[in-house]
């Protein structure tokens, strides 16, 4: 989606993917097989190209601080990836900047949470290697200790949140900083991806406002230049708390390709090449509806329920070519738009109950 945002620039877009059948191959101006998180594939991807970015922060910052020192330009900077790879380092950064977020604690190993059971309930999150859902357990009662991670991460206090709701914010070398309005997200209850988004939020203007400060603190304590997801918790008493980021476009802006004057992908472009941001607003509401993969379904892809989406007014489907669907694998996104909010849940609703995503049996 990045690149093809980018073609109607005329840039030149050159990926480095692991998987030799990414859906990114056909359309990037080159395309290039390689470990992320390895430092000779990430180095030697560098070395001829004139500005540097990342759709996932799991990469070799190793390999991108390097470049960096050799003159090339890599948004968002390395250290910044760095920290948000490390999720007790960027929960450390909230409590610094005095960023209101839930209360937490280091853990070493299992053992160590197994011991905080007068802090319950919680959630355990590894340090790092999380991301989609992975590395999060929730830990309720002292029944659940037993799920603990055996591995390095923090505890920290279970929010009684009223909603989930996130803020994209973009910056560019100037500094200019500029706001995507929030969004509001509904999580599967047990896999913890994103199924629906609605935007805007049905949010009062007071929480707006604190949300819009708060991606605006954020972005500007962390020197960052690029594009920002920060997930936040609406509490019943009416505070936000931070959640996580994540330095990348993100799948609470995916619905901006048809919602907003300018798309996520588009402005992130705009700020890592220190061009004018462009404009964030509404231009109708609109909702998301994450593809994932049926339960019990794994191999070739084959898309049920796909002519009905279709004929439904203000649906737009975007299917990430992805070849091979898994149990909850993020296969596309649909994206709903229309003036009335009632009307638009329910063709959220719908779309989810229509379109199921299944798998031809893998040949003998």
Known sequence: MMIQSAIDFNFNVHSLDPDPNAPCKDIATTFTVGKLTDYEAVYA????????????????????????????????????????????????????????????????????????????????????????????????????????????????????????????????????????????????????????LFSPAQISDEIEQKAQAIAHKVIEKLDMVGLLAIEMFVTRDGEVLVNEMAPRTHNSGHQSIEGNVTSQFEQHLRAILNLPLG????????????????????????????????????????????????PFRKMGHVTIADHDVARLKEKAKFVKAQLKIKAKLWPR
């Open 45 to 196: 991807f560098g070395q001829d190209k004139d500005l540097i970015t990342i759709e996932i922060e799991n990469v070799n910052t190793e390999a991108l601080k390097q470049l960096e020192k050799e003159g090339k330009k890599v948004y968002p900077q390395p250290r910044v990836i760095e920290l948000i790879q490390n999720k007790l380092v960027q929960k450390q950064f909230y409590e610094d900047n005095g960023i209101p977020t839930s209360p937490f604690k280091a853990t070493a190993d299992k053992a160590a949470v197994m011991a905080e059971n007068d802090f319950l309930p919680f959630v355990n999150k590894l340090e790092t290697g999380g991301y989609d859902g992975r590395g999060v357990e929730l830990i309720r009662s002292e029944a659940d200790l037993e799920n603990a991670f055996d591995a390095p991460g923090f505890v920290e206090k279970l929010v009684d949140f009223e909603k989930e709701i996130s803020v994209i914010v973009a910056r560019n070398e100037q500094g200019e900083t500029k706001t995507f309005p929030t969004v509001e997200m509904v999580f599967h209850p047990v896999h913890n991806l994103v199924e629906y």
């Open 279 to 326: 404009a964030t607003d509404n231009v109708i509401p609109s909702a998301m509806v994450n593809l994932l993969g049926e339960d019990g379904f794994t191999g070739n892809a084959i898309y049920e329920g796909m002519a009905m989406l279709l004929a439904t007014d203000g649906v737009h489907v975007h299917l990430y070519g992805k070849k091979i669907t898994k």
